[in-house]
């Protein structure tokens, strides 16, 4: 079984949109395939290749392609559009099947560039289902003080994006009492969670950290049972914690 999941699927003919490139959304469990969705006026379809389905978007080559694309990156409002589109599109299919979510503006020219990547990454792709279908994302931040709590700008944007491969939890200066209740909650759900990376965004007013858990669906209860537990013992040292999700893995693609 694993051989064949290592050999990349031979690719029948298909017919495409003339003129059109393609943004990848995520790799999906085969089930998948065929479901369609609209997001916010973008069509959004899986089509099958091989064990896996590609859940991707033909968009206009001119607005998607080359120099064009590069400067709708620096665009804020643009990309806060594109984030939103590509979260939504993804916790849509996750609701039906395993999901493994692309990187925002994996975009390819045109269909056959789609195809020709998805073959040569194709044993890479189907462990990468393996390793985190069936798990959810978790994002859980500290504050101490006044604050604003966590929200409004896109989660890819807010916390994916600034998510660092370090293995290093680092506690802030804080007072003695502070501390030990945050290295507390970071072991306990560290525990929980079979991957975890540190947020290091834009400090905000309040914030002790934050990190992304990646835990698997059977863990996910007693994760929300934690924080809750954790907060009742936190409030009278002036801390409170928010735990965001569950949601595709994002940070840990």
């Not at 835990?215 to 929300?224: C, F, G, N, R």
């Amino acid at each position: 079984m694993a051989a064949r999941l290592q050999t990349a699927p031979r690719v029948e003919p298909r017919v495409y949109p003339a003129g059109r490139a393609v943004v990848l959304h995520g790799i999906a469990a085969p089930e998948l395939a065929g479901r369609r969705l609209v997001v916010e006026g973008r069509r959004v379809q899986a089509v099958r290749f091989g064990r896996l389905a590609l859940v991707i978007a033909f968009v206009h080559q001119n607005d998607y392609a080359g120099d064009e694309l590069e400067r709708h990156r620096c665009d804020p409002l643009w990309l806060r559009a594109e984030a939103r589109i590509h979260e939504r599109a993804v916790q849509r299919a996750g609701a039906q099947a395993a999901i493994v979510p692309a990187r925002l503006l994996t975009v390819f020219e045109h269909p056959a560039a789609l195809e020709e990547t998805a073959t040569e990454f194709y044993a890479r792709m189907c462990r990468s289902l393996t390793r985190l279908g069936g798990k959810q994302e978790f994002a859980l931040h500290a504050y101490a003080g006044p604050h604003a709590a966590p929200g409004g700008e896109s989660y890819l944007l807010r916390v994916s994006a600034h998510a660092t491969r370090s293995t290093r939890v680092a506690l802030p200066k804080a007072k003695d009492d502070v501390a030990r209740e945050l290295k507390a909650i970071w072991q306990t759900c560290g525990t929980l969670a079979t991957a975890v990376r540190r947020i290091e965004g834009s400090p905000a007013r309040g914030l002790l950290g934050s990190l992304a858990l990646l835990v698997p669906e059977s863990e996910a209860e007693t994760l929300k049972l934690h924080v809750s537990n954790a907060s009742l013992g936190a409030a009278p040292h002036g801390i409170t914690y928010y735990l965001e999700g569950p949601r595709a893995p994002f940070s840990f693609v």
